[in-house]
């Protein structure tokens, strides 16, 4: 009886930040199975496989779980062509918490980039663990994240911790290219209610998200009039049209390098543009022929306190203004794509209970910041309008050769979820 009682005495004692602590191989081995399944997007490989293994992970730890397999035809309208043959598919788990009045939404995308370049370890879908890293492609972007909240969860559940809101958990598709059929879909169709969100990227180390730029990315393209390389004045030379676009640029930069913002953290940002990132002629060209067409990208980041719309009706006033101030300069605009700015004040108490959470695992102060690149954090803020923080394990050399991981960043994240699950009741 006696050594029963300082059994149960010992175990109570436990609590889920040492349990993380004592059994870091619970962890690591969770994101080497997860590397261990190439999710490269695109085209978007393997996500039968890794859906499957999730579901049965969060069924394992007591969550109620639905894999959600998008429906053929959807996909077709979305995707291109090349990517038909790859069905899309997204996990959500939800665990209800007996009193609890909120519900938390952790989200995380499994696709990883494509690998090229020659890695250190033999293959960079190995998890191989040196000098206190865990190298892959996902490491850090973001099937760390993943493996940490997995571990969180477990660890409540091992030392019968008891998370104080109701808790959703979303694995999601296709970050790596728009989110559409991932955490796109997710809000737009899954049956979700929560109050706050933690998208497990964005902030890292002392350092939680708040807000990240938006993204308008569109195409020109200048249209010309052929002729033959020797007679070059009998055409209209598009690539030397879009020259002289592309110059015209310099003042509308020059514009948007004044307009600036302050994020929490005191930092200033401007909107930004980057040209060209993809370029090229038409179908046709030759080097004895007078381009009839040249086209360039255009990528736009939006800061959190720009109008989205208005921005793009600037930019696109802007472009049919040059191309008429340059003489047979006739162009076309094509959207490709864009994203929404999002920004949650910091001021909501569920970011300084995530302040808190973080500055008593890493006993260092924390700062909020905004991220000039985006992530799936704007469709809960956004798109859901509920407080949002970016927040996980994060790494170095994503989307790069060598991509790592910190163990001890890991082990960190997975306290500090535990940590708001355990402390932070809405
Ligand atoms: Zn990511």
Not at 57 to 70: C, D, N, Q, S, V
Not at 246 to 269: C, M, N, Q, V
Request: glycine share 8%; net charge positive; proline share 6%.
């Amino acid at each position: 009886m006696a050594s029963d009682g300082r059994r149960q005495q010992a175990r109570a004692l436990v609590t889920p930040a040492d349990f993380i602590d004592r059994h870091p191989g619970e962890l690591l081995g969770r994101l080497q199975q997860l590397v261990g399944v190439p999710t490269v997007n695109p085209p978007g490989e393997n996500y039968d496989q890794i859906t499957r293994w999730l579901t049965h992970e969060l069924e394992a730890l007591g969550l109620e779980t639905r894999r959600f397999a998008i429906p053929a035809a959807k996909a077709r309208a979305v995707l291109p062509a090349a990517q038909h043959a790859y069905p899309r598919f997204n996990v959500l788990a939800k665990l209800r918490v007996p009193g609890a009045k909120k519900t938390i939404h952790f989200n995380a995308h499994y696709d990883v980039v494509p690998v090229s370049g020659r890695w250190r370890h033999e293959s960079p879908f190995s998890g191989a663990i040196a000098g206190g890293w865990i190298y892959g492609r996902g490491t850090a972007d973001m099937k760390g994240s993943i493996a940490s909240l997995l571990t969180a969860v477990r660890a409540l559940r091992v030392t019968r911790a008891t998370p104080r809101m109701n808790l959703e958990i979303s694995f999601t598709a296709d970050e790596e290219t728009d989110s559409a059929l991932g955490a796109g879909w997710l809000v737009a169709n899954a049956p979700i209610s929560p109050d706050y969100a933690v998208v497990m990227e964005g902030g890292e180390g002392g350092t939680v998200c708040c807000g990240h730029n938006g993204t308008l990315w569109l195409e020109v393209t200048v249209h010309g009039r052929p002729a033959h390389g020797s007679t070059p004045e009998k055409g209209v030379n598009a690539l030397e049209k879009m020259s002289a676009l592309i110059l015209a640029f310099e003042d509308y930069k020059r514009d948007l390098a004044r307009r600036t913002w302050k994020s929490p953290e005191g930092k200033t940002h401007r909107p930004t543009v980057n040209l060209g990132g993809e370029f090229g002629c038409g179908a046709g060209a030759k080097i004895n022929t007078v381009p009839a067409h040249a086209s360039f990208t255009i990528d736009r980041r939006v800061l959190p306190e720009e109008n989205h719309p208005a921005a793009e009706r600037e930019l696109r006033a802007f472009l049919a203004r040059a191309a008429r101030q340059i003489p047979r300069c006739r162009i076309t605009v094509r959207k490709i794509s864009e994203n929404y700015s999002c920004f949650s004040e910091p001021t909501d108490p569920f970011f300084g209970a995530m302040a808190r959470c973080v500055t008593r695992v890493r006993k260092q102060p924390t700062r909020f910041n905004v991220s000039t690149g985006f992530n799936d954090m704007h469709f809960f803020s956004h798109h859901l309008k509920i407080p949002t923080l970016g927040y996980g394990p994060g790494g170095i050399h994503c989307h790069a050769v060598d991509e790592r991981a910190k163990v001890k960043e890991l082990l960190a994240s997975a306290k500090i979820y535990a940590e708001l699950l355990t402390t932070f009741a809405g």
